[in-house]
């Protein structure tokens, strides 16, 4: 009997969805290299999906992916307005994920509802509240905290889906750990953390030495530029606060 020499898996990656809204070449290269040179190591390598807002010829989306990878984006996959590009989709080596579902966090800063909405909304007269029978309220599903007792090496990826991640030994650099909660690093965190990736904002990153990559809760992120600054190689924790994401020193 022939051993088994593979297994097929699901699993899940996290990737920058580029939305693609108007495409003109020159604009477009212009605008995506003040993206990438904001934070090149957050950029470079990353896995990309391209959302096509709106239909683009052969030629305009072989240009696109051109300077995506020249600014060393990784397009991997597409979705959106793909119907005439299915074949060019497959020579360029791409998949057409146009019928995947997706949990997306921005990498944008969320602007607070305005006054105006606020109060307008205040002014109006409240609904009548309907009479009803209560409605028992379920028990929110949380799994077991997940937890990694050897190094994660560079180019190795943890998930905690559906709950905390605690590793107790180091997070290399090019590493990379998320949680849909908290994550906890016994050690020194090198590579990225990625925490809330579902959206949850009151998630928290705890290590024993700071010296991350990237840091991220809920989407916000910072670099290694920002984590050098204040609790280098220290123990820290990080918290997301009014959209601000904050750093400060474990006693």
């Not at 979705?79 to 998949?95: K, T």
């Not at 984590?227 to 006693?251: G, H, M, N």
Request: glycine residues 6%; proline residues 6%; charged residues 20%.
């Amino acid at each position: 009997m022939t051993d088994t020499c593979f297994r097929m898996k699901g699993t899940t990656l996290t990737s920058i969805v580029l939305e693609v809204i108007d495409f003109d070449p020159d604009t477009f290269e212009s605008q995506l290299a003040e993206k990438v040179n904001s934070a090149p190591q957050f950029f470079t390598r990353s896995s990309l999906i391209l959302h096509l807002v709106k239909s683009l010829n052969a030629t305009e989306f072989e240009l696109l992916v051109a300077l995506c990878r020249r600014f060393k984006l990784q397009p991997m996959a597409v979705r959106g307005e793909v119907g005439p590009l299915r074949s060019i989709i497959n020579d360029l080596g791409l998949a057409d994920v146009s019928q995947s579902k997706f949990t997306e966090s921005s990498l944008k800063t969320t602007k607070p509802e305005s006054t105006t909405l606020k109060e307008q909304a205040a002014n109006e007269p409240a609904a009548p509240t309907p009479v009803s029978s209560p409605v028992p309220t379920p028990a929110p599903v949380t799994k077991p905290v997940k937890v990694i007792s050897r190094p994660v090496r560079s180019g190795q990826q943890v998930y905690a889906e559906g709950g905390d991640l605690v590793i107790t030994a180091a997070v290399s650099e090019g590493a990379e750990v998320l949680a849909d909660g908290n994550i906890h690093v016994y050690g020194t965190l090198r590579g990225r953390a990625l925490a809330g990736v579902k959206g949850n904002v009151h998630a928290r990153v705890f290590c024993q030495s700071l010296d991350a990559e990237l840091i991220s809760i809920a989407g916000q992120f910072i670099m290694h530029e920002t984590v050098k600054a204040s609790c280098w190689k220290q123990p820290a924790q990080i918290y997301l606060e009014e959209d601000t994401l904050r750093i400060e020193p474990i006693a």
